[in-house]
């Protein structure tokens, strides 16, 4: 029954993603999170964040791990062909049989009102990302962070990948805060106490 | 044989150069497979892509699975999808892999949290680029209402986003015609 799930959600994520595979993030994490609870908005954005460091296609770097993290080897298989297959399928077939169709100004009028929907799902999961952040850091360290990233993204042009890349840099070997630790030493001191009492 | 290794080549190195997922590796696909091995003109290839954007789904995989296809039928589709995909998918699964054995410490969750407001800049950017193609496309108007419409269906109605997508599929025919 997994795989089903599996083979569904994927197939709906690439039927449904115009525009590439980064349009289709929105929609895989719709099926992933908030549908079939595969995973948490943590671990989503984790996945996320590596699969941008790394270079290739990011739908299928996506569908791939979730697959192999939902059901092993063969959970992989099944979510990557699911996003990718009958899309292929159909571009051989239009550019075969079907070449007629591709001038056609419905055709291309079906594609460009898809383009805002996208723009608005981004939008949202932009905005859920933005509050968790705050959830996590504070509403001032998130806010530098995100005024920083937009500069070095777009300012500077530099790629997500890389600041993305140095940002796991600096969480990895930047020291643990010293407040953090005297409050959770705190914490374990106030919980032995309970235990006593 | 010759051609399979020559399909494989030619989707590998894109795949593993390509940072920013499918369609920034477009130029990459673009120079193997014009530029190096011939297998298109710059008017076919313009012209495969040009489709390839106007069906669903992940943009290098299309380009890869068709061209694999034209250049070696079923097998050189398996062959080109399967470079384009396999080296990033692999790496990914083992970084994730080692990242998740330490995932109770600190660092680990650090890491996360300090990812997370450049990832919703990442999705923010990509956002307005959608937003600035369709206005340059179908203009402001149109662009303003199809947002509102799919804003209120989707998250305030909670309406799945397949029927949405569809429904703007319908709409554009018609409308955008």
């Not at chain 2, 990242?99 to 660092?107: I, M, Q, V, W």
């Amino acid at each position: 029954m997994k795989q089903w799930y599996l083979f569904i959600a994927f197939f709906r994520v690439g039927m449904l993603g115009y525009g590439g595979g980064p349009s289709s993030i929105p929609l895989v994490h719709k099926e992933v999170v908030e549908k079939y609870k595969w995973m948490s908005d943590e671990e989503f954005g984790d996945v996320l964040a590596l699969a941008n460091t790394l270079p290739g296609p990011i739908a299928t770097k996506m569908a791939g791990y979730i697959g192999y993290k939902v059901a092993g080897y063969a959970g992989l298989v099944n979510a990557l062909l699911a996003s990718i297959i009958p899309t292929i399928f159909l571009m051989i077939l239009v550019l075969t049989s079907l070449s007629a169709y591709k001038d056609q100004p419905w055709v291309l009028g079906m594609t460009k009102a898809v383009v805002p929907v996208v723009a608005v799902m981004l939008a949202v999961l932009t905005w859920q990302f933005y509050k968790n952040g705050q959830k996590g850091l504070g509403w001032k360290v998130n806010l530098v962070l995100v005024i920083a990233s937009l500069v070095i993204m777009e300012v500077l042009g530099l790629h997500p990948g890389i600041l993305i890349a140095a940002l796991l840099a600096w969480a990895l070997f930047s020291p643990v805060k010293q407040k953090q630790k005297d409050k959770s030493a705190k914490e374990v001191a106030a919980a032995a106490e309970r235990k006593m009492v | 044989m010759i051609t399979q290794w020559k399909i494989f080549l030619a989707f590998f190195i894109p795949g593993i150069l390509g940072y920013g997922g499918g369609p920034s590796s477009i130029p990459l696909i673009e120079n193997e497979v014009v530029d190096r091995y011939n297998w298109l003109t710059v008017k076919e290839f313009s012209e495969v892509l040009a489709l390839g954007n106007s069906l669903p789904g992940p943009i290098a995989t299309k380009m890869a699975g068709y061209i694999g296809y034209q250049e070696g039928g079923i097998l050189g589709a398996f062959v080109g999808v399967f470079a384009t995909v396999a080296p990033s998918l692999i790496l990914l699964i083992a970084l994730i892999s080692l990242l998740y054995k330490f995932k109770d410490s600190p660092k680990v969750k650090k890491m996360t949290l300090y990812v997370r407001p450049a990832i919703a800049v990442m999705l923010a950017v990509m956002a307005f680029q959608f937003l600035d193609g369709s206005y340059l496309d179908i203009g402001l108007w149109q662009t303003l209402f199809l947002c509102a419409a799919s804003f209120l269906l989707m998250e305030k109605l909670k309406v799945h986003p397949a029927f949405v997508i569809t429904g703007a599929l319908g709409y554009g025919a018609i409308f955008l015609a």
